[in-house]
T-cell receptor
Framework: DQQVKQNSPSLSVQEGRISILNCDYTNSMFDYFLWYKKYPAEGPTFLISISSIKDKNEDGRFTVFLNKSAKHLSLHIVPSQPGDSAVYFCAASGEYGNKLVFGAGTILRVKS | EAGVAQSPRYKIIEKRQSVAFWCNPI?????LYWYQQILGQGPKLLIQ????????DSQLPKDRFSAERLKGVDSTLKIQPAKLEDSAVYLC????????????FGQGTRLTVV
């Protein structure tokens, strides 16, 4: 039972353009959504999060959008840089961050 | 600030053998997590500790997996006996509070069961 789905296994983007990574969820009880970034041979690193009471959160080049009615969130990276090439995991949890549920990840490749 | 330390980095064992992984969280972090990441999937929470008490172990296969966190600091995760399907990366993470946005992950231990 996949409660968090990232349907695109990979995405390739030209340097300087926008990267859009998508994530869908099924559990309406999820209250908090997070994006993690993972480089090879390293552990995941927290990138950005959004509470269910918001529909947008921005941090520098990274913006997360939440559409609760569609149970969909997306991560926008503008402009994309080669150093952004990594695996991006979408994750969701109940209130106060209990028990993170991760998606399968999307491999982002930013070409220079 | 030192990060989450895990050892070993890699381990290859035969099925039915036992194996143990060690994790040293960031100093002062009360919450510690063990995740299992199978190739092509996202990390799955196995167990969560708050200090030395278990908060959530609902997804830990207790017939073969065990974990402890002595004195609320270091933690070990053990598998006995291992099965082929246990091949995965085992990630340890820690946070000051149960709020997972503050969780810091170690590099993980890649286990191969042959």
């Amino acid at each position: 039972d996949q409660q968090v789905k990232q349907n695109s296994p990979s995405l390739s983007v030209q340097e300087g353009r926008i990267s859009i990574l998508n994530c869908d969820y099924t559990n309406s009880m999820f209250d908090y959504f997070l994006w993690y970034k993972k480089y090879p041979a390293e552990g995941p690193t927290f990138l950005i999060s959004i509470s269910s009471i918001k529909d947008k959160n921005e941090d520098g080049r990274f913006t997360v959008f939440l559409n609760k009615s569609a149970k969909h969130l997306s991560l926008h990276i503008v402009p994309s840089q080669p150093g952004d090439s990594a695996v991006y995991f979408c994750a969701a949890s109940g209130e106060y961050g209990n028990k993170l549920v991760f998606g399968a990840g999307t491999i982002l490749r930013v070409k220079s | 600030e030192a990060g989450v330390a895990q050892s070993p980095r890699y381990k290859i064992i035969e099925k039915r053998q036992s194996v143990a992984f060690w994790c040293n969280p960031i100093s002062g972090h009360a919450t510690l997590y063990w995740y299992q990441q199978i190739l092509g999937q996202g990390p799955k929470l196995l167990i969560q500790f708050q200090n030395n008490g278990v908060v959530d172990d609902s997804q830990l296969p207790k017939d073969r997996f065990s974990a402890e966190r002595l004195k609320g600091v270091d933690s070990t995760l053990k598998i006995q006996p291992a099965k082929l399907e246990d091949s995965a990366v085992y990630l340890c993470a820690s946070s000051l509070t149960p709020m997972n946005t503050e969780a810091f992950f170690g590099q993980g231990t890649r286990l191969t069961v042959v």
